[in-house]
């Protein structure tokens, strides 16, 4: 079967075909990234704009490369949330007008379930397996038992670890997006006499909290540089200590959830599990625990819309079509919230006409 993705939850506009669960035929992704760069994050007018603008153009181009026709989509998917509203709205109007002339299902995704989907797209992964999500916006860690079951075991009080790596790219005058810019830069630190502060949050916790961190790194500079300029090496070595604290935090709780829920699996997906160091220390580190890691190929990190796809035809196969009662949901607190509860929300006495 071959289904559309659509994704436009941020600032990238993409479209994807996928055969079955993971044979992916295109991958189009269309960022805005450049256009926020001045402002150092994403300006959700700026990302809505782009969508409008572009989102044709974008799934054209994704059933063109994928050398196939548009009537012989089988399943229409759309990320329904978590993510900008007016980003949203658009990719779900997309495809609820798709779905409605071409008269094909339609299915809401979830976009950090499709995060951990990318793994599963990547590797065979046997559930049950811990998941964490690592992007820009959201932080958290679940148990996976099925591609419609997911129990949150904790998640960010405060910043994401992306959100982290581009605020402290800002602090450290490095550009934006800050997560790939430090990854590179800190593979020639040379120091290691700074420290900043693990926050653990408690012993058996398994929320995470990276704002501490933050400020700590703040000061930190305000202390040392009092406005002047930060040598480039210097720079470098704090990134780089900061980048240890995530990811000491990271893979201790990751682990700890493993074995807290006897799981010898963990699947890692989100923009961060692009970064080097976490890669190169949590193969290591998980395999002296007897933990099989999992991580997306690299171009399945960061947004796109295979992963949406792919996912959209693992719920297919459940029977969650939305049709058209699907509702975008820009709630950005990590919400599992199974789609078909969405399309149980019967408004058609309000849209008969
Ligand atoms: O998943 P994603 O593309 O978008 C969201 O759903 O939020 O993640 C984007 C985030 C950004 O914060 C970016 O700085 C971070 O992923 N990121 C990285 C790396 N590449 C992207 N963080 C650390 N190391 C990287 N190599
Ligand atoms: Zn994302």
């Excluded at 809505?48 to 572009?54: A, N, P, T, V």
């Excluded at 949203?88 to 995060?115: E, R």
């Excluded at 202390?223 to 893979?251: C, G």
């Excluded at 949901?329 to 919230?337: E, I, N, P, T």
Aim: aromatic share 10%; charged share 25%.
């Amino acid at each position: 079967m071959l289904t559309l993705g659509i994704e436009t939850s941020c600032d990238e506009t993409a479209a994807s075909v996928v055969k079955d669960a993971r044979e992916i035929l295109s991958s189009v992704v269309l960022s805005s990234m450049e256009l926020h760069k001045k402002f150092g994050g994403v300006v959700p007018e700026i990302a809505h704009r782009f969508h409008l603008k572009f989102i044709n153009e974008v799934v054209e181009d994704a059933i063109k490369k994928a050398e196939v026709d548009l009537k012989s989509i089988d399943i229409i998917a759309a990320t329904y949330g978590p993510g900008l509203m007016g980003a949203l709205l658009i990719g779900v109007c997309f495809a609820k007008s798709l779905s409605f002339a071409l008269n094909k299902p339609l299915i809401g995704v979830n976009h950090l379930q499709a995060h951990l989907y990318s793994a599963l797209m990547s590797n065979r992964i046997e559930f049950p397996f811990v998941g964490l999500i690592i992007s820009g916006g959201h932080t958290a860690l679940v148990l996976v038992r099925d591609y419609d079951k997911y129990t949150l075991l904790g998640q960010t009080q405060d910043d994401a670890a992306g959100e982290a790596f581009d605020k402290v790219a800002k602090i450290l005058r490095l550009g934006y997006p800050g997560g790939p810019i430090i990854d590179k830069l800190t593979r020639k630190a040379n120091s290691k006499g700074i420290k900043f502060p693990r926050s653990y949050l408690g012993k058996d916790s398994l929320n995470f909290s990276f704002s501490g961190l933050k400020t700590a790194v703040l000061y930190y500079v305000k202390d040392h540089y009092n406005n002047r300029e930060i040598p480039k090496q210097d720079k470098i070595n704090i990134a780089f200590e900061f980048q240890e604290s995530v990811v000491d935090v990271l893979i201790h709780k990751s682990l700890f959830a493993c074995k807290q829920y006897k799981v010898g699996r963990l699947a890692i997906g989100g923009g961060v599990s692009r970064n080097s160091r976490l890669r190169e220390r949590i193969y290591k580190e998980a395999d002296e625990e007897n933990i099989n890691v999992y991580f997306p190929d690299y171009k399945l990190c960061l947004d796109n819309a295979a992963m949406i796809a792919g996912l959209g035809y693992q719920l297919y196969k459940k029977n969650y079509v939305s049709d058209f009662y699907l509702t975008p949901k820009a709630d950005l607190s990590v919400s599992f919230m199974p789609v078909r509860w969405q399309a149980s929300l019967n408004l058609s006495p309000l849209l008969s006409f």
